[in-house]
């Protein structure tokens, strides 16, 4: 049990190292935020990338994502990415990234596969391999390190002890990966977001390569990106049968500041700019909330499936059942009968297309 430092509730669902409740993040948020910052802050430090995204008047600046970061001399972006060198940014560029990958039979546990061509053979035979799901088929899993948000309850956190020691790869060496089995590439991370440039000329590449051959271009992410960027993106994943999988973490700025120490207002103009493109055979996008005990189920599953509703009720929307993890490891597993309701709440909001993924962590 941990006791709210404002309210000084008492509850099992409320984070030892947040130390405030839902209520108070909503009710009295400036004095929630200040608390909830301590808690990044140290989550970051343990890693040696900055505590905000720097704003140096003098700086070099960076808009690659809703941070926009203005990096001081010697000093390092909030995604640990790029360092100003004498005046100009080193680290990662449009043709080096810092970046793993693994080759994953089709079907996959991926957050769409349950509407994507991968696992549904929807949009056969122009986007997808076989009728039904693609056996025999690969997705190239292409997991960047390094992310434009500090969720304190992220699933792969550990991606932040490579952000500064993983050697740099070229485009060449990811797009030597892509094979005739390859019928699918999929960005996530950590999150695409602070290294489009080369997942886009990569993505670009590939697809030249298989010469009109199905190859689908797939997003996992937080939504962040440079807007320009983002409309770059939906082009590949469009035109290839793709799809972009857009985390909405939280509707509630706040609340969403809180869990991730950023905004939300890029994430959520960039998802109503595709939304308003939404295709629905294959579907072009699909959105995913992780339900985080005390601070994310049916409020703000509600809020989340008016919002998608209100654009198009046909985009796909996944809720994911919560891991226990990284700062927010002391929380306990979601159980069934929330997940059950906020599947009944989203429904009820006018959504066509929802379902609950990773059931196997439900209790």
Same mark, same amino acid.
């Given at each position: 049990m941990t006791e709210c430092r404002l309210c000084n509730k008492l509850n099992s669902t409320i984070s030892k190292e947040l130390k405030v409740c839902l209520r108070c993040i909503k009710d009295r948020p400036k004095e929630a935020l200040s608390i909830a910052k301590e808690a990044h802050r140290r989550s970051r430090i343990l890693f040696g990338l900055p505590t905000e995204p720097p704003k140096d008047t003098n700086g070099v600046p960076c808009n690659l994502c809703v941070n926009e970061c203005v990096i001081p001399e010697n000093g390092i972006s909030y995604c640990g990415l790029r360092e100003n060198r004498d005046g100009s940014l080193i $680290?990662?560029?449009? =043709?080096?990234?810092?970046?793993?990958? @693994?080759?994953d039979p089709l079907p996959t546990n991926c957050v769409g596969d349950w509407v994507c061509p991968g696992g549904t053979g929807i949009g056969f035979p122009q986007y997808a391999y076989t009728q039904g799901a693609?056996?025999?088929?690969?997705?190239?899993?292409?997991?960047?390190?390094?992310?434009?948000?500090?969720?304190?309850?992220c699933q792969n956190w550990h991606f932040k002890k490579e952000t500064f020691n993983l050697p740099t790869v070229t485009i060449e060496d990811l797009v030597l990966a892509v094979n005739r089995f390859t019928s699918c590439?999929?960005?996530f991370g950590g999150d695409p977001a602070p290294q489009l440039p080369f997942a886009i000329r990569a993505a670009k590449l590939a697809l030249e390569r298989k010469n009109g051959k199905i190859l689908?271009?797939?997003?996992?992410?937080? $939504?962040?990106?440079? =807007?320009?960027?983002?409309?770059?993106? @939906?082009?590949?994943?469009?035109?290839?049968?793709?799809?972009?999988k857009f985390d909405l973490k939280a509707l509630d700025e706040n609340l969403h500041i809180a869990?991730?120490?950023?905004?939300?207002?890029?994430?959520?103009?960039?998802f109503k700019m595709i939304a308003e493109k939404f295709k629905k055979s294959p579907p072009n996008l699909i959105a995913n909330t992780l339900l985080i005990p005390g601070y994310v189920e049916k409020e703000e599953v509600e809020k989340i499936a008016e919002f998608i509703a209100s654009i198009n009720p046909d985009i796909p929307y996944s809720i994911l059942a919560?891991?226990?993890?990284?700062?927010?490891?002391?929380?306990?597993?979601?159980?069934?009968?929330?997940?059950?309701?906020?599947l009944k709440i989203a429904k009820s909001k006018?959504?066509?297309?929802?379902?609950?993924?990773?059931?196997?962590?439900?209790?």
């Open positions: $680290g990662v560029t449009p =043709t080096l990234g810092k970046l793993s990958w @693994y080759h693609e056996y025999g088929y690969k997705n190239l899993a292409v997991f960047f390190h390094a992310c434009s948000f500090n969720c304190l309850f590439i999929c960005y689908r271009i797939c997003w996992e992410t937080n $939504g962040s990106m440079n =807007t320009a960027l983002l409309h770059e993106m @939906y082009l590949l994943s469009n035109d290839s049968g793709g799809c972009i869990l991730t120490d950023i905004t939300n207002k890029r994430t959520l103009a960039n919560f891991y226990p993890h990284f700062f927010m490891s002391d929380l306990p597993f979601i159980k069934k009968e929330v997940a059950d309701e906020c006018g959504l066509n297309n929802v379902r609950i993924g990773n059931i196997h962590l439900l209790r």
